[in-house]
């Protein structure tokens, strides 16, 4: 079955890094992505990896994938109060739709 | 750049109303998506269309229901209000050329039953 997991809250210090982590379950995903939950918004895409990837970096974001463990993170660096938001893993099954199960979320708060 | 547009923003019906929560995209997409959010959850697919006239079940159809005749819009129904169709509802769309294509997603429709 599918299920992707994240711990609900996690709390850094301005300017320290996060790092939000994702476990999912179906081996088959292509593609993994994360998107980003600000207040009363819909989601918006940071960044995805493809599954033969190790790891992808787009500016202070880094994705690592341990496909072997199924085991999926994001660090964000030199973590800013406007980076508090709810971050979402997905993970994209492959099908005539390309679904996307997505996990429960974390809340990020960034603390002065 | 429009996007995926939702409306209405928010809405209040009462139990047993029906109403329709509309989603257009401006990008061509073939894929379009329909999620539910509940509080402190994930994303939960309702329904979900891979061109004009395609229309499939998700994970949780129940009491809704979705019709896609043309390639920009793609309604959702909800015939008989019940207060556990309270939820954030957003709407997605997909370019379906490419494996790596992502979802865009509008800001969502924020119903409540009472």
């Known amino acids: 079955g599918e299920d992707v997991e994240q711990s609900l809250f996690l709390s850094v210090r301005e300017g320290d890094s996060s790092v939000i982590n994702c476990t999912y379950t179906?081996?088959?995903?292509?593609?993994l992505y994360w998107y980003k939950q600000e207040p009363g918004a819909g989601l918006q895409l940071l960044t995805y990896?493809?599954?033969?990837?190790d790891m992808k970096q787009d500016q202070r974001l880094t994705v690592l994938l341990n496909k072997k463990d199924k085991h999926l993170s994001l660090r964000i660096a030199d973590t800013q109060t406007g980076d508090s938001a709810i971050y979402f893993c997905?993970?994209?099954?492959?099908?005539?739709?390309?679904?996307?199960?997505f996990g429960s979320g974390t809340q990020l708060t960034v603390l002065p | 750049n429009a996007g995926v547009t939702q409306t209405p923003k928010f809405r209040i019906l009462k139990i047993g109303q029906s109403m329709t929560l509309q989603c257009t995209q401006d990008?061509?997409?073939?894929?379009m998506y329909w999620y539910r959010q509940d509080p402190g959850m994930g994303l939960k697919l309702i329904y979900y269309?891979?061109?004009?006239?395609?229309?499939d079940k998700g994970e949780v159809p129940n009491g809704y229901n979705v019709s896609r005749s043309t390639t920009e819009d793609f309604p959702l129904r909800l015939e008989l209000a019940a207060p556990s169709q309270t939820s954030v509802y957003f709407c997605?769309?997909?370019?379906?050329?490419?494996?790596?294509?992502?979802?865009?997603f509008g800001d969502g429709t924020r119903l409540s039953i009472l």
């Open positions: 997605a769309s997909r370019d379906g050329l490419g494996g790596n294509q992502p979802q865009h």
């Open positions: 179906d081996s088959s995903s292509t593609y």
């Open positions: 990896i493809f599954s033969n990837m």
């Open positions: 997905a993970e994209s099954i492959p099908g005539s739709a390309r679904q996307l199960t």
């Open positions: 990008m061509n997409h073939n894929y």
């Open positions: 269309s891979v061109g004009a006239g395609i229309t």
